[in-house]
């Protein structure tokens, strides 16, 4: 109720200075041809009421929105010690600092995650599959502040060395940027066994951003293919292509089942339809 008053108070005051403010002003121009020396003082006063309500509002205004950043962080840290005095009682230590590392301490969400994968015959080839990976979702700032965050992408490298050329990023789109092949090739790294991306964005307070990405890959014909999420998750949806004659089968990496929502000749989907944690995801394979 204090608070209440405290706002209706500061109202009146701004009320009441603009409009002596207003008055002063009105009064300087109906008798400045006949004195003009306390016109102008009068002008003076007026203007600099204005000023002091604009300066006033302003800084106010900037301090209330502090005092709520401030605040809310307050809160988060509560909310976290709270956390941490709760269950770290029932919960081993080492396997609590996993907790706070993998969900505590994270700023960033992924939504609507979504693998599309197609497997396809290689003209001449017996031994080997040409593969697609094309990966959409939306990454989103959980945070009050702008972040740094990296959109990365990891490919198996194929076993025979003489193709390790074919496993490449192909397409990165990002919000409305689509990267070249410049770009792609200076933020991509190939070690012992993959073809990492990783472009570093930053994304605004509470905003999220877009993320579309493509990649190749060679397989065996009979083989099998880890997809697990870096960041907590929505959930995940994963769609597999095969040529005809191949059976594909999924498993979930997830304390959870995964549900098969779609199996049809070639095609076939499967979704988990609950939250993720890093390094959750599916696990899928494919006999020839």
Known sequence: ??????????????????????????ISVLIYEDHKTVASFLKELSFAGFIALIVIFTVERFSKERHRLETES???DINKNLFHAIYSRYIPNKVFREVERLLLNVDVYRKG?????????????????KCTAQSSYEIENLTEEPIDHSVGLALEKPL????????????????????????????????ET?????????????????????????????????WLSRVPSDGFRL???VPKGVNVYANAVHSGAAELVHDAGT???WEINEGMIPCQGFVFWWVT
């Open 1 to 26: 109720m204090s608070e209440k008053n405290s706002s209706s108070n500061e109202l009146l005051i701004y009320f009441v200075v603009g409009l002596v403010s207003a008055i002063f002003l009105l």
């Open 74 to 76: 307050l809160v988060r």
């Open 113 to 129: 995650y979504s693998v599309i994968y197609t497997i396809e015959d290689i003209e001449g080839d017996p031994i080997h599959y």
């Open 160 to 191: 025979n060395d003489g193709m390790v050329g074919l496993c490449r990023i192909d397409s990165v789109k990002i919000g409305d940027k689509q990267l070249s092949q410049e770009e792609i090739a200076e933020h991509t790294t190939v070690s």
């Open 194 to 226: 993959q073809v990492v991306l990783s472009y570093p964005i930053k994304i605004p307070s509470r905003s999220s951003v877009k993320v579309n990405q493509i990649g190749s890959l060679i397989k065996l014909k009979t083989d099998q293919e880890l």
């Open 239 to 241: 769609t597999v292509f």
């Open 267 to 269: 095609k076939k989907a």
